[in-house]
Structure formats: structure tokens, C-alpha cells
């Protein structure tokens, strides 16, 4: 009996423990289930926003008509570039009593052309794939999920481009933008050049398909936080990406009151008259293109040499300016905009350090007006004259850069590089002159200087043409005289 009552009394504690712990294990069973379900949920679509999206894909599609790239002014541009009638230096200006002070030119170290490549995690590192590409010769570096590879998409309709989105929401793009916005840091891009590096990447992993890469770049720029859509008509995909800025001569859509730019990046804008969209967007994502150029990308020097040659006062000058072929190439296809983008934008550092070192001596003790007026007898002379038409076959406004590569410059060129050169030499106040079918600048100049000029916020700007050959300050094209134009605020230089 005792033994009996022990084997009891060993039971009971057992039976006890299992009747409580029971529950728990099958709560604890049910808990592993939910976990494991929400685990594949968010496998399935890391992001909430891209469930209803990809439904909201299936289905709302429409035909809309597309307007053709408007341009910025519809007024010609004088073919022949005009030349000023000699006057009498005694009627051109009174010599300002400040005098150019001694310009410093910092060193200049050519940047060595080492591979890009963001920090990545080392998990990300691990299941990755890596991509090497070189960006206009920069070599850059990045990992990427290899479940961003889709053969390429047969026939293109609503269909396949939802399937598209919802594999590549299955796969890790999240550390993929984190480096991408690194890189862009890193070669110092704006909107439209981190578009241009997803680009290249989309092309690398999609090996040249054309629908595949654009497609890549929609979804990682909605992703990154912009406004972004994408088209399509016979076949073909487009990007569609509204815009802070104008943007002239690139087809465009309308909705919402925003205007969604058709662009391309390696090539001239396609034509066509209508496309396929859908008129909603991805959720939070609302950031705007913004063709602002901060800074000049960071891409590798590729160097080359402008020789220039002017007479001022009956002598002759030699000017060699070096400038980044790279960066040539990567401005192209740059989208023609506002024209205050171009006065603002900077050139390579190489280009900067010549433009001082070859410039300097030919400025430093002069009086400002006739350092004003050196220089704009070297844009004016110094540089062949042709309009965009003639030599583009339509609208090419140019950066500084471009302006040493192109062997012809026309009013708006022209005037972008004086600007550049009379602010980072002289450190003298410039803004534009928009006249209709004619750019133009102004200088504030210290002193009674005669001639045409105009006023903004109260101060007065002397007109000094880049287009009018032979010109000095102050003197206008007489056709323009008539207009009143609109004056351009350009950003001053930090030296």
C-alpha cells in the first residue's frame, strides 16, 4: 500500500504539470504559426503600401494624349552674330576707382579614379550579388538581391508591369536605395544624375533591355520617395517624372495639374502622341525632380585642352583652359530648363583652377571696368558663333563645361560662361538678361559708367553683351533695346 500511494502521489504533481503547461504549449504552437505567417507576409511585401498598389496597378489604366516638349522661347535667334561700331574709350566708361585685387588660385590635385562603392551591411554583402559598372569611367561598386533579375517581360501592358512590381516587392531593395543614396553622396549627383546611375545599374543587371531598365528605375525612384510612374505604348515603357523646375523640349503628360516628363538619359527624347498610365501614385511618395546642379558631379577626369586666342588693345593672349570630357559627355542629353540652373551650375574643379591660373594675369591690378571689359572681349571673340539650330538641330543650352568641348557657342552659352568667369575672378555681382531670342548679362560695377543698363531690387547692372562683338560695357544689341527684359538672378561663388 505504501507503494502504491507513492506511485500516486508522483503521478498527480505530473499529470498537474502537464494539465497546466498544455495550454501554454498550445498557445505557444499558435503563436509560432502566427509568427511564422506574418514572417512570410512581410517576406511576401516588405512594404504595406505595395499590396494595395499592385492592385491598384491591375486595373486602373488609362489612354493619355502627350503634349509635346514645349520651347523657352519661340522667338529666333540672330543668325549672324553682330558687331559693334568703334567708339571713343572716353565715351565708353569712366574708369572705376577700385582695382582688382591679387586672385588666389588653390591647388589643383587631378582626383585619383578609385572604385565608388557605399558601405554595404555584411549580411547584404553575403546573399548579395555584386555589380561593378563604371559610370562616365568612374568605377563604382554596389550589391544588389539577385531576385531584382526578371527575364525580360514580353508583351507590356498593365499585367506585366503589377507582376514586375510585386517580385521586385519581394526582394531587398531596402538596402540597395540606402547604398544607391550613398553613391549619390558620394559622386555628388542631383536628381537627375541619381536617376541616370539607377539607370546604368538597371542596364548593367537587365543586360541592355530597354522596358526591364526602365522599369527598375521607376520602382526604385518611387521607392527612394519620388513621384514616379511609368507609361506605355506599342511595346515600350516610359518614365514619367514631374518636375520643380521647367523643362522644355521633352513630351509630357498632365495630371493633377503636374506635368510628367517623358525623359530619357542616353539618348534625345522619343516622340509619340499618347501612352497608357494610371492616374493614381505610390503611397508617400512625393518628392519632385529638381535639376539644380550644387556641385559638380564627382565623376573621374578625363582631361582635355581648349586652346583660345583674342587681341585686346592691339595684343595678342593666348588662353589654355583644360575641362572634364566626362562631364561633357554626362551633360548630353542634360534636359533644357530654367535658365537660371545653367548660370548657377559650376564646372569641374580642373577647369576652375585653369580658368584662374590662365585669366589672373590678365585682370590683377586692372581697374574694374577694364577688367570686366577683358573679359568680355575673350567670350566674345575668343569663341565661334553658330545658333543650337545650326549646330544641334534644336535647343542646347550649355554648361560651362561644355562651352570649352563645343567648337560653337551661341548668346545664352556664352553668357552663362561670362557670368561664371566675371564672378569667380572679379567676385562682381552678374544676373541675366532675358530678351525675347536673346541672353544677355548685366555687371554691378563700381563707378559712372555709361551706356545701357537696368535696375533690380534697387541697384543698378551695367549690360555687358558676350554676343555682341567688339562690344564694351554698356553697350546693348540696338534690336534688343526695345524689350524690356526679364532680369535672371544668378547665385554668387564662395571662393
Known amino acids: 500500500m505504501k507503494t502504491s500511494k507513492i506511485v500516486t502521489f508522483k ?3 505530473f499529470i498537474l504539470t502537464v494539465l497546466f503547461l498544455f495550454p501554454f504549449a498550445f498557445a505557444q504552437n499558435e503563436f509560432e504559426q502566427w509568427k511564422s ?4 507576409s512581410f517576406q511576401k511585401y516588405k512594404d504595406e503600401r505595395d499590396g494595395e498598389f499592385i492592385k491598384f496597378l491591375k486595373q486602373q489604366w488609362k489612354e493619355y494624349d502627350i503634349t509635346k516638349g514645349s520651347k523657352r522661347d ?10 559693334a561700331p568703334v567708339q571713343p574709350p572716353s565715351k565708353e566708361i569712366e574708369p572705376s576707382k577700385k582695382i582688382v585685387k591679387e586672385i588666389s588660385v588653390p591647388k ?10 557605399p558601405e554595404a551591411p555584411p549580411e547584404v554583402k553575403q546573399k548579395g550579388e555584386v555589380l561593378n559598372i563604371t559610370f562616365y569611367q568612374t568605377p563604382v561598386k ?9 527575364e525580360p517581360i514580353g508583351t507590356v501592358d498593365q499585367k506585366t508591369i503589377s507582376s514586375f512590381w510585386d517580385k521586385m516587392s519581394r526582394a531587398d531593395y531596402d538596402s540597395f536605395v540606402k547604398q544607391a543614396r550613398q553613391l549619390e553622396g558620394e ?7 541619381y536617376h541616370h546611375l539607377l539607370y546604368d545599374i538597371g542596364e548593367k543587371i537587365y543586360r541592355g533591355n530597354r522596358n526591364m531598365t526602365f522599369l527598375f528605375v521607376w520602382y526604385i525612384s518611387s521607392k527612394s520617395g519620388y513621384d514616379s510612374r511609368v507609361g506605355y505604348k506599342d511595346n515600350r515603357v516610359y518614365i514619367l517624372l514631374p518636375s520643380k523646375n521647367s523643362v522644355y523640349g521633352i513630351p509630357f503628360l498632365t495630371l493633377g495639374g503636374k506635368k510628367y516628363y517623358a525623359l530619357s538619359f542616353k539618348k534625345k527624347p522619343e516622340t509619340f502622341s499618347a501612352l497608357y498610365t494610371y492616374k493614381g501614385k505610390y503611397p508617400n511618395a512625393d518628392k519632385l525632380m529638381d535639376y539644380r546642379v550644387a556641385d559638380s558631379p564627382g565623376i573621374k577626369q578625363n582631361s582635355n585642352q581648349r586652346d583660345l586666342k583674342f587681341k585686346y588693345k592691339g595684343k595678342s593672349y593666348h588662353i589654355a583652359i583644360r575641362y572634364n570630357n566626362n562631364l561633357v559627355d ?3 542629353y542634360y534636359p533644357q530648363t530654367d535658365i537660371e540652373i545653367f548660370f548657377d551650375a559650376l564646372p569641374s574643379k580642373e577647369t576652375e583652377y585653369t580658368v584662374l591660373k590662365e585669366l589672373k594675369p590678365l585682370v590683377e591690378g586692372k581697374s574694374e571696368t577694364e577688367a570686366v571689359t577683358i573679359l568680355l572681349r575673350f567670350v566674345q571673340t575668343a569663341f565661334e558663333y553658330k545658333t543650337d539650330d545650326e549646330q544641334f538641330g534644336g535647343e542646347k543650352y550649355m554648361m560651362p563645361e561644355e562651352m570649352l568641348y563645343y567648337p560653337y557657342s551661341d548668346c545664352e552659352d556664352r553668357s552663362v560662361f561670362f557670368a561664371y568667369i566675371v564672378r569667380k575672378l572679379l567676385g562682381l555681382e552678374v544676373v541675366g538678361l532675358d530678351y525675347p531670342g536673346h541672353i544677355s548679362t548685366a555687371v554691378r560695377i563700381d563707378g559712372k559708367v555709361y551706356g545701357d543698363y537696368v535696375y ?8 555687358c553683351d558676350p554676343t555682341y562683338i567688339n562690344a564694351g560695357i554698356g553697350m546693348a544689341i540696338p534690336k534688343f533695346k526695345k524689350f524690356k527684359p526679364r532680369v535672371v538672378e544668378i547665385s554668387s561663388l564662395n571662393d
Open 330 to 332: 554626362y551633360y548630353k
Open 74 to 83: 519661340e522667338a529666333p535667334k540672330p543668325i549672324d552674330i553682330p558687331v
Open 142 to 150: 554596389i550589391y544588389y538581391d539577385p531576385a531584382f533579375y526578371m
Open 108 to 117: 589643383y590635385i587631378p582626383p585619383v579614379g578609385k572604385i565608388i562603392m
Open 11 to 13: 503521478i498527480i504533481p
Open 187 to 193: 559622386l555628388k549627383l542631383n536628381d537627375w544624375g
Open 37 to 40: 505567417m506574418e514572417l512570410d
Open 456 to 463: 533690380r531690387k534697387n541697384i543698378r547692372y551695367t549690360v
